[in-house]
């Protein structure tokens, strides 16, 4: 179970509540067989109200809408009723602080041939921040971004991530903490599950769309920025680049906010606490427990 579910874990599936020890998939999904598939990654907090509030649950099931549409999956849900579902599920599991994880998969399909349904599944867990709490060590991945003109890289597809898979065992198995991947003309793009930021001069620097997935937390960190007045830009740079950069911090749903110690064993110079990136960690870390009400009236 690898302390993603017990015994009496319940996951929504299909419309129901069911125990996720009983749930059953075919093992001849197209998903299972192809990565044919689309999820999203979710997290809920205990807001300093004591409620439990699901972290931007618009923008993620409408960015797993377009996903589905994207790769021609069957999508049947409204926003709401996945929202709904969410705090269910959060609910009948107990929990607060959580991660999240709703996925469409497809049904039993060996062929390419388009699929008129689809089912949904989600689940939620708790989780420590992703990539723990400290400073995390990158190597550059001989692994690139895939080329934009052979997939949706916009879409969260479950099959992307096999690219992140490698480049994330790679980094580990050379004794760094994560990978940094590139796109295919050498820019650094982004990490093998969040997105990039570097400072440099006190201004911030993120690569821009098109060999990304920008994130929603990427989103939230743009606007962080712009109420704490902190400049910001999207442009190219090189790990080279990168290298003399003051500071560094990767960002996504599993990783929140974390700073970057060093690229290929090149420190960044400047102390992580006088970093933007610092603040906009402590900001980040603010901003997602704020009550539900807060976020509705935004």
């Not at 439990?52 to 797993?64: I, N, Q």
């Not at 796109?183 to 997105?195: T, V």
Request: charged share 20%; glycine share 6%.
């Amino acid at each position: 179970m690898a302390g993603y579910y017990n015994a009496d874990t319940i996951l929504f599936l299909d419309g129901e509540y069911v125990k996720a020890a009983e749930a059953k998939i075919d093992l001849f999904s197209q998903t299972m067989h192809y990565g044919y598939g689309v999820f999203e990654g979710i997290r809920s907090y205990e807001s300093s109200t004591g409620e439990t509030v699901v972290f931007k649950s618009t923008e993620h099931y409408e960015r797993l809408q377009k996903s589905a549409e994207a790769l021609n999956i069957p999508f049947t849900y409204s926003v709401e009723s996945l929202t709904e579902a969410t705090y269910e599920v959060l609910r009948q599991n107990k929990l607060g602080d959580a991660y999240i994880r709703p996925l469409i998969f497809l049904p039993a399909n060996m062929s390419f041939n388009p699929n008129t349904s689809s089912h949904l599944l989600i689940t939620a867990w708790e989780m420590q921040p992703f990539l723990g709490e400290n400073l995390v060590r990158l190597m550059t991945s001989s692994f690139q971004r895939p080329n934009p003109k052979g997939f949706k890289i916009h879409a969260k597809a479950c099959g992307h991530y096999v690219n992140s898979i490698m480049a994330s065992h790679e980094a580990k198995a050379n004794g760094y903490d994560e990978a940094l991947l590139l796109d295919m003309n050498g820019y650094a793009a982004e990490g093998p599950g969040a997105n990039l930021f570097i400072e440099v001069d006190g201004v911030l620097f993120t690569p821009p769309a098109g060999h990304i997935l920008t994130g929603i937390t990427r989103n939230t960190v743009l606007e962080i920025a712009d109420e704490l007045d902190i400049p910001i830009a999207e442009k190219h740079f090189t790990p080279e680049e990168m290298k003399r950069a003051d500071s560094a911090f990767y960002c996504g749903t599993a990783a929140e906010v974390i700073g970057i110690q060093s690229l290929d064993d090149t420190v960044f110079a400047k102390p992580w606490q006088q970093t933007q990136g610092a603040r906009i960690q402590k900001a980040y870390k603010a901003l997602v427990r704020q009550p539900l009400e807060a976020f509705s009236n935004m």
